[in-house]
């Protein structure tokens, strides 16, 4: 989260999970498919500038995670989960403070993450989407 940057290995790790989980139930064509579908989708969408490439790739790899009947559903739930991050990050832009407060009862790295994400807040950087990616991706498994 702190670097907005999405590991090759862990959308790799991902998607072998998700066509291990494919093959065990059978629908290993239609999911690849969908998966194939929803790269080129979210590559142009990249190319646009309105994606990062590592959230192409993680979204790309949970496609193959959840079964087939239920891409919309997981599409849906990222979407929903991005829309409340940007609402978080919209509404912590007003509302952050413009000094540093240092909490108190929080260790080192997550102190440091706070500080560093107040400081893109203040300055209306990107969302780290993979957070809604993971976010919508757990959702959908566990609700369905």
């Known amino acids: ?6 590991p090759n290995l862990l959308s790799a790790l991902v998607a072998l999970a998700g066509i291990a989980a494919r093959v065990a139930s059978g629908d290993v064509l239609p999911s690849v498919l969908l998966a194939l579908a929803v790269f080129a989708i979210l590559y142009l ?3 646009w500038e309105a994606l990062g490439g590592g959230d192409v790739k993680l979204l790309s790899a949970c496609v193959l995670v959840v079964p087939a ?8 739930a990222v979407t929903l989960s991005g829309g ?3 609402m978080a990050y919209l509404i912590l832009r007003v ?4 000094s540093h407060p240092r909490p108190v009862l929080l260790r080192r790295p997550l102190r440091r993450l706070c500080r560093v994400e107040a400081w893109r807040i203040r300055r209306g950087g990107p969302l780290p989407y993979a957070c809604a990616i993971s976010a919508g991706c757990m959702f959908t498994l566990f609700a369905g």
């Open 45 to 47: 969408l990249w190319r």
């Open 95 to 98: 509302a952050a403070p413009t």
């Open 69 to 76: 009947g239920t891409v919309a559903a997981l599409l849906a």
């Open 1 to 6: 989260m702190r670097c907005r940057r999405v």
């Open 84 to 86: 409340v991050l940007a």
